[in-house]
């Protein structure tokens, strides 16, 4: 079973820019979560979705989005970069509802200069 | 005080020794994570429990829940164990649960 993909798996852009950043998650999980972890504020909680529908977010500003498609694949989207938001951005997916173990993917290292 | 406390922030071990790291918390919580964090990024799950004892291998969690506490630890720690681990607590729940994260615990076991 192929395992949870990231791309691009770095990107630098420049302040005030916009960038979206897509994982794939492992056939037939429905749960893809996003996690932003930089050295300062370690690893935090963006947002989760499930079949389509945002289901949880995490305390970050609105210039965070995502989106999830048909095929549990999804995106994050960032607009109006900041300097701070030079981060390494992971995804993770899971079965369905509950607490169940999350896998992650290999992340995006992103670069704002 | 952060909701999740990790101890100790770094560890150094020779090949072979036991390991323990340790997580407080200071929320109710419905499960509790422990991941690994190699060089280069990529996380990897270990466990997820809440109650008890897990086992996989060299590696061992507990968590006690009436004392908010769990550690994680490694039989015969061997160089490549060396990495980062993150406790990560769920609390809440349904669709409006919170993930909380340890600062992480970076061990490094010398040959």
């Known amino acids: 079973k192929a395992g949870v993909t990231q791309t691009p798996r770095y990107l630098i852009k420049t302040r005030g820019q916009q960038v979206t950043l897509s994982c794939s998650p492992i056939s037939g999980h429905r749960s893809v979560s996003w996690y932003q972890q930089t050295p300062g504020q370690g690893l935090q909680f963006l947002f989760e979705y499930f079949s389509e529908t945002q289901r949880n977010k995490g305390n970050f500003p609105g210039r965070f989005s995502g989106r999830q498609f048909s095929n549990s694949r999804s995106e994050m989207n960032v607009s109006t970069l900041e300097l701070g938001d030079s981060a390494l951005y992971l995804c993770a997916s899971r079965r369905d509802k509950g607490p169940y173990e999350q896998y992650f993917g290999p992340g995006t290292r992103l670069t704002v200069t | ?111």
């Not at chain 2, 060299?58 to 006690?64: E, F, K, P, S, V």
Request: hydrophobic share 30%; glycine share 10%; net charge positive.
């Open chain 2, 1 to 111: 005080k952060n909701e999740v406390e990790q101890s100790p922030q770094n560890l150094t071990a020779q090949e072979g020794e036991f390991i323990t790291i340790n997580c407080s918390y200071s929320v109710g919580i419905s499960a509790l994570h422990w991941l690994q964090q190699h060089p280069g990024g990529g996380i990897v799950s270990l466990f997820m429990l809440s109650s008890g004892k897990k086992k996989h291998g060299r590696l061992i969690a507990t968590i006690n829940i009436q004392e908010k506490h769990s550690s994680l630890h490694i039989t015969a720690s061997h160089p490549r164990d060396s990495a980062v681990y993150i406790c990560a607590v769920r609390s809440g729940g349904g669709s409006n649960y919170k993930l909380t994260f340890g600062k992480g615990t970076l061990l490094t076991v010398n040959p």
